[in-house]
């Protein structure tokens, strides 16, 4: 971010982040991409799914730590793959076993394998339990601002609502939505899923979103780690602009020069 904006942090419970732009793993032909593209992303906070990523447990394979540092990053383990409460709850139980007492994660529990919409009756057990066990429950969820607010109510440090289908790129669908989601919020707001490039991780910070969750739109990019620094400047400019405040929309053309003092 621009030296006037070093105090400007995203505010994760007790953790503070100069990175708004937080990117999974997935996708990337091989370790080596996926490195170097967070790295081009200036991620901070970076995703994995545990029921398909090896970070230890399958000893002789290739390991996503190599790649991806904890002493760099802050791992934010996810439960993707995840249909019911129950499952969800075992999967964060072992990346906690995993990672040596890790509570941060990501929580999405879905619905069906076409959509990959969250399950929202299963989302709230399972973020009602994990919370109850000390978890720091950052949770995936759908637009809805009732149900935002119930996760964030039952204790969520993060509310994840999706701006379209996950893998979809089809941009921010229903800016209304997030924006009621985010004007009635007392936790970070971050869009999850749906954002295509660039131009669209801009929209969503210029609504007020916190952050933005990416993944697909730079591994599926013809060039990831080029798309990795423009999804960068994109969340930056979209934020500064955010903090700036748009002017006014106009119907008719409002001159930029001054009419008083016109040389005759």
Request: glycine letters at 8%; one cysteine or more; aromatic letters at 4%.
């Amino acid at each position: 971010m621009a030296d006037a904006n070093t105090d400007d942090l995203l505010a994760i419970g007790t953790r503070r982040y100069r990175s708004r732009l937080l990117v999974g793993t997935g996708k990337y032909k091989d370790l080596d991409e996926t490195a170097n593209a967070v790295a081009a992303s200036g991620a901070e906070i970076v995703t994995f799914a545990v029921r398909r990523t090896n970070i230890g447990q399958e000893p002789g394979e290739a390991n996503l730590l190599d790649a991806v540092s904890p002493e760099r990053y802050t791992l934010l383990p996810n439960t993707a793959g995840c249909y019911t409460a129950a499952d969800a709850v075992r999967t964060c139980r072992l990346a906690r076993e995993l990672l040596d007492g890790h509570t941060l994660v990501k929580l999405e529990v879905l619905g069906d394998q076409k959509t990959l919409f969250p399950n929202v009756i299963e989302t709230l057990d399972a973020a009602e339990t994990l919370v109850g066990e000390g978890f720091e429950v950052m949770v995936y969820t759908n637009d809805d601002p009732i149900i935002a607010r119930r996760l964030e109510e039952i204790g969520c440090v993060a509310v994840m609502p999706l701006a379209a289908p996950i893998g979809s790129g089809l941009g921010i669908r229903n800016p209304y939505s997030i924006l009621e989601i985010i004007e009635n919020a007392q936790v970070p707001i971050i869009v999850d899923a749906g954002v295509g490039t660039a131009s669209d991780a801009a929209v969503a910070m210029e609504l007020g979103c916190d952050g933005v969750l990416m993944n697909t739109a730079i591994a599926a990019a013809q060039k990831p780690v080029l798309m990795a620094s423009a999804m960068r400047k994109g969340i930056e400019a979209g934020r500064e602009a955010f903090l700036a405040g748009r002017m006014p929309r106009k119907r008719y053309a409002s001159a930029s020069s001054p009419a008083e003092g016109l040389v005759d």
